[in-house]
């Protein structure tokens, strides 16, 4: 082993030209990859608490019909099972509101919801002017609108406020609650009340459209045990049940799309990035068959001889992986600071985990594409020390085998990059129909050109027969070159796919803003005043 390290020193002093090229191939890999990985788990962070805060609790259960004793019973019988705790119930209807003084004949529907003391569970009621939210706000019959409510009915903090013709007083102005999704639709703005006061005030009775919500807090082990329990509970009433992996779930889709492209792009980089580890091991160990049969003459086993150039190689991914790393954290701190903000409060940080399994990766990678060529060692003869001839050209089985296990790891390696068998096996084929047609294509390109020499001058014949010459990287530097301008083009396209089918999946024609119940002779003046206030005419139907 000592002679192993010493002869890689040697070795890497020797050659770091050559060998500089390796290293920078597995820093941009391992770069990349760490970047892509902590930058999705930083988002994915930030949607997991986005998503408790959009559902207000760990689980939803939901009911459009009040809830009888046996619903109850059947209820608290699966809470005691699996166990809660902490618990919120909430109402939602929708009500007619109107101000609260003489003459008044203006009155909005707005979707009423009632509160407890315990609400919320997760994220916090955001009030104009940064008040601090408290439940005491809402005691005996107070409210907190939305500004849109204090705009049409022309009130103000403190004014009094008809709901369903009780009177409530409007004692702040509520700009965010929990438990409300910023993109769902709305019959009217939002008034927010104490729970006991609107079940006191009569608006629950005959053909009312109320949804009854109980917000539960569990732990994790318990919240899917927890929701298959409330499914076999209630398996024929109208009760649903939403937990905030659920609400998670319609946000990280894309996430999910997502985290599998850029992580098979990373992916992808390294694997260039191990066609040059490739390249340069081949004509490394082209340039170093004298100095391998000179050590066999002296005594040196070919185990001995490739355990040196291995240790060489996995250093070089090591220290290469290590400026990756720093490569990575420089990457996340130069990202445009408001990136992210639509998500909160989001710190990028190099992720821990993410680098871990890269750097193992870029070592994986390293050893797989070196190995082929670092095998043809053991097939240099000390006789080459007397006589110069080329290496052995027939079959070399451990070469194939081991060509074979490399192809099966990295097939693994993709698999566990984009998280999925499937597209690994997709990505992987594409991947290697694409360099067997760039090598086919460096063949032909070789034969064309010695064709075209023999009609040539001497400088532009010797140079384009040095193409064809033994020894020569004209394959590999196709391959890697092709590949590359492959990879980019391809990543452009894919962009452009994804971006259009996000925008087809948004809507072009969806819309921002709802009037409803426009009379006949409202129809004409209510257009007019749109016109040219919109960027698109708006549709009236």
């Not at 994915?44 to 009911?63: P, Q, Y």
């Not at 590999?476 to 590359?484: E, H, K, S």
């Amino acid at each position: 082993m000592r002679f192993a390290l010493r002869l890689a020193a040697r070795e890497a002093r020797a050659s770091w030209r050559r060998l500089l090229f390796f290293f920078l191939s597995l820093t941009l890999g391992v770069g990349t990859m760490v970047t892509v990985r902590s930058l999705v788990e930083s988002v994915r962070g930030a949607l997991s608490r986005e998503a408790r805060g959009l559902l207000a609790a760990d689980l939803l259960v939901a009911t459009s019909r009040p809830w009888d004793e046996a619903l109850r019973a059947r209820l608290e019988a699966a809470l005691a099972r699996h166990g809660a705790r902490a618990r919120s119930e909430t109402l939602l209807t929708g009500t007619m509101a109107s101000p609260a003084r003489e003459g008044a004949a203006v009155a909005r529907l707005v979707e009423l919801r009632g509160l407890d003391a315990a609400f919320p569970l997760y994220g916090r009621v955001e009030l104009e002017g940064g008040t601090p939210y408290r439940h005491d706000l809402l005691a005996g019959r107070g409210a907190l609108v939305s500004p849109e409510l204090l705009a049409q009915l022309d009130l103000r903090v403190g004014d009094g406020l008809l709901l369903g013709g009780e009177r409530f007083n409007v004692r702040g102005v509520a700009l965010r609650e929990p438990g409300r999704r910023p993109s769902a639709f709305s019959l009217g703005p939002r008034v927010l009340v104490d729970l006991a006061d609107l079940r006191a005030a009569g608006l629950l009775g005959f053909g009312a459209r109320a949804s009854h919500q109980l917000l539960l807090r569990v732990d994790d082990r318990d919240l899917e045990p927890l929701r298959a329990d409330l499914r076999r509970a209630f398996p024929e009433e109208f009760v649903s049940i939403r937990s905030w992996k659920t609400t998670e779930s319609q946000f990280g889709q894309g996430l999910d799309r997502a985290e599998g492209y850029l992580s098979l792009v990373g992916f992808a980089v390294l694997v260039l990035g191990g066609v040059g580890v490739s390249s340069v091991v081949r004509v490394f160990v082209q340039e170093k068959r004298h100095s391998v049969a000179i050590l066999k003459c002296l005594g040196a086993r070919p185990g001995q001889v490739l355990l040196a150039y291995l240790l060489q190689i996995v250093g070089l991914a090591l220290l290469g992986g290590g400026l990756g790393l720093l490569l990575a954290r420089l990457a996340l701190g130069a990202l445009p600071a408001g990136l992210l903000d639509p998500l909160g409060d989001v710190p990028l940080a190099l992720s821990w985990s993410a680098a871990g399994q890269s750097l193992l990766l870029g070592v994986l990678v390293s050893l797989l594409f070196a190995l082929p060529p670092l095998l043809e060692v053991r097939r240099v003869k000390p006789l080459l020390v007397l006589r110069d001839e080329a290496a052995p050209a027939g079959p070399d089985p451990l070469r194939r085998l081991v060509l074979g296990l490399a192809l099966t790891a990295l097939l693994a390696l993709a698999a566990l990059s984009a998280g999925s068998w499937q597209t690994a096996l997709v990505a992987s084929a594409g991947f290697a129909l694409v360099a067997l047609l760039l090598l086919l294509l460096s063949t032909l390109l070789v034969r064309a050109t010695g064709l075209l020499a023999r009609r040539l001058r001497f400088p532009l014949k010797q140079a384009l027969l040095r193409l064809g010459r033994p020894g020569n990287t004209t394959r590999p530097v196709v391959l890697a070159l092709g590949l590359g301008s492959f990879f980019v083009l391809a990543l452009f396209d894919l962009r452009a796919q994804l971006l259009r089918q996000l925008d087809l999946q948004r809507g072009r024609g969806a819309a921002d803003l709802f009037l409803i119940d426009v009379q006949p002779d409202q129809a004409g003046p209510l257009l007019a005043f749109l016109r040219g206030r919109t960027p698109l005419p708006a549709r009236l139907v």
